[in-house]
Every structure is written in C-alpha cells, then in structure tokens.
C-alpha cells in the first residue's frame, strides 16, 4: 500500500493510531517534482480556487500571523491579478514546503529513495505509479 506522508490528522479525521504508526515507521520514496509542474497540478486538481478567488484569499489572510502582512499582501495581490502559477509556486517555496520539510524530517525519516517525475498530467502519473509498484517485492503464491 501507497500513502501520501500526511500527518496523524487528514483535515478533521484522526488517522487510527496503528495507521499512523506503520505508515511513520515505513520506508518512503520521496517524489521530486519541478515548482512549476507542481503549480501546474495544483492550479487544475483544485480548479476551485481560481473560480472563486475570494474564498482562497479568506484562507491565505489566515497565514497572516505565520508568515507576515508582506508576504501574504503580494499572494492576494497575485490572486487579484491573476498571477496563478507564481501564487502557487511562492505558497509552496514559503509556506507547505518548509512545513512539509519539518514534518518530514520529524515522522517520515525513512525516505529511501528519490524519484524525479517530469509530469503530473495522467501519463506522468500513470509512470510515477509503475515505477512505484516495482518497488514493492511480489507476494509469494498462495
């Protein structure tokens, strides 16, 4: 079985204490991704945001206290403006990555390999899943 590394909370669900600890105490292939690809991926699973801008910038005032006035001035600005791929790739160089780094580094320290993915348009992520499903050994024969 393949998870995302997320934490022991999904949104409001608790993940079961078991769950949580096979999935920290598992090797994992961390999967590296171009700023731009990862923006672009973004900008079409959650299509929502840019249809309604108002709803995402409610969320990014949020970050105000984390991340400072500055900082979260120019991502509305870049909403109101349209600048989508250079929000995005900024949220991500600022904000999720640096948070996904410490959490990584914290319950996931046993990456065992990095996979460069050049796409995650449906073929790339068709490959990413095949070279993931070769890395787990066969089931014996029952």
Known sequence: MWVEAESSKVGEVLLPTDLWRAMKAAGGVELDVTAEERASYLLRTYRHFVEEPDTLKGLVLRLRHRLGERVVTGWVEAIDAGRWVEFV??????????AYRHSRERDFARVRESLAVDSLDDDGIRRVAEVLCGLVPALPAA
């Open 89 to 98: 790739a900024d949220v991500l160089a600022k904000h999720y990555d640096p």
